[in-house]
């Protein structure tokens, strides 16, 4: 079963907004990974964040973790149209167990 | 630094044929992860090995193998192919030794099965 979860499935924003995607997991996690996929192309890790943590940020990206509630949320603020991607959560149960990725968030900014 | 390199980028087949996919791993990582990505899906995770072994395998059938060579490459074969075996495969690598890091992506594999 996926341990990652996005929500929305897709998403469309004009260029300046800010961008929330979600993520459910149903397991205890060591940590959680953010990922971006251009179209076409590999993934490109966006930002870390360990089960012990509550909140991270990497430049216009703002990452929360609530392990009572088994979710994550991916902020990026002041979207840009580069950011046009599909975005997907990581869930790492322990250090190197397989990684369940969920089915992504399709992010389109709009001009 | 050289990022994950997979080869070929596109590759079209026919059903019952086989394939063979090879990735190149960032120098100094001993992880390579394979995983499959269907059209409009997430990645499944299909095979890790590490230092030469195989450390985990996903939910996939016996006609996806794989090895890894000492020089940490790796290669997934893909027997008896089938209509839903088109995909996108990606390779990723990791430094085993380095903690919780996160895994580096090459840019993948179209396979399309005719």
């Known amino acids: 079963s996926q341990q990652g979860e996005e929500d929305p499935q897709a998403l469309s924003i004009q260029e300046g907004e800010n961008a929330t995607m979600n993520c459910s997991y149903k397991?205890?996690?060591?940590?959680l990974q953010w990922y971006r996929q251009n179209s076409g192309r590999g993934l490109v890790h966006l930002i870390l964040i360990r089960s012990n943590e509550r909140e991270k940020h990497s430049g216009r990206l703002r990452v929360t973790l609530d392990t009572s509630k088994k979710s994550s949320s991916l902020l990026i603020t002041a979207s840009r149209a580069a950011d046009t991607a599909s975005y997907f959560c990581a869930a790492f149960l322990n250090r190197d167990d397989k990684i369940i990725f969920g089915k992504g968030t399709r992010l389109h900014i709009l001009p | 630094e050289a990022g994950v390199t997979q080869s070929p980028t596109h590759l079209i087949k026919t059903r019952g044929q086989q394939v063979t996919l090879r990735c190149s791993p960032i120098?100094?990582?001993?992880?390579v992860y394979w995983y499959q990505q269907a059209l409009g899906l997430g990645l499944q995770f299909l095979l890790w090995y590490d230092e030469g072994e195989e450390r985990n395998r996903g939910n996939f059938p016996p006609r996806f193998s794989g090895r890894q060579f000492p020089n940490y490459s790796s290669e997934l074969n893909v027997n008896a192919l089938e209509l839903e075996d088109s995909a996108l495969y990606l390779c990723?690598?990791?430094?085993?030794?380095?903690?919780?890091?996160?895994?580096?992506f090459g840019d993948g594999t179209r396979l399309s099965i005719l």
């Open positions: 990723a690598s990791k430094n085993r030794d380095r903690g919780y890091q996160p895994q580096h």
């Open positions: 397991t205890s996690i060591n940590n």
């Open positions: 120098s100094g990582h001993t992880s």
